[in-house]
């Protein structure tokens, strides 16, 4: 299983960001993936999650109504569509993988100890 993030980079307060997460080794309808972001001195949060068996979204509050999650089966890849990026989303963030022994049954979760696979992160700067 690999996990390859990209799309990060440096945006203005208010602007949008696309982060992208490739896939590869398993198939997503038995996995959840689901992003997480760590900002400096802090722990790592998370943010969304994504229940590929029946598309389901799970979002962490702080983000809701900003964030969209999505995947493209076709290309193995699930994105991160971040609207009105605020200074506070400021951090590096991960995808992260686990795999469901009964996915249907899966209700979702953004706890990190619950994820099996990581990627290596992507940086996302918001400047206010």
């Known amino acids: 299983v690999q996990l390859v993030e990209s799309g990060g980079g440096l945006v203005q307060a208010g602007g949008s960001l696309t982060l992208s997460c490739a896939a590869s080794?398993?198939?997503?309808?038995?996995?959840?993936i689901a992003w997480f972001r760590q900002a400096p001195g802090k722990e790592r949060e998370g943010v969304s999650c994504?229940?590929?068996?029946?598309?389901?979204?799970y979002y962490a509050d702080s983000v809701k109504g900003r964030f969209t999650i999505s995947s493209d089966n076709a290309k193995n890849t699930v994105y991160l569509r971040m609207d009105s990026l605020k200074p506070e989303d400021t951090a590096v963030y991960y995808c992260?993988?686990?795999?469901?022994?009964?996915?249907?049954?899966?209700?979702?979760?953004?706890?990190?100890?619950?994820?099996?696979?990581w990627g290596q992160g992507t940086q996302v700067t918001v400047s206010s």
């Open positions: 992260a993988a686990k795999f469901l022994v009964r996915p249907t049954w899966f209700t979702g979760s953004l706890s990190e100890a619950v994820y099996d696979y």
């Open positions: 080794g398993f198939t997503f309808a038995d996995y959840a």
């Open positions: 994504f229940v590929g068996a029946y598309s389901g979204t």
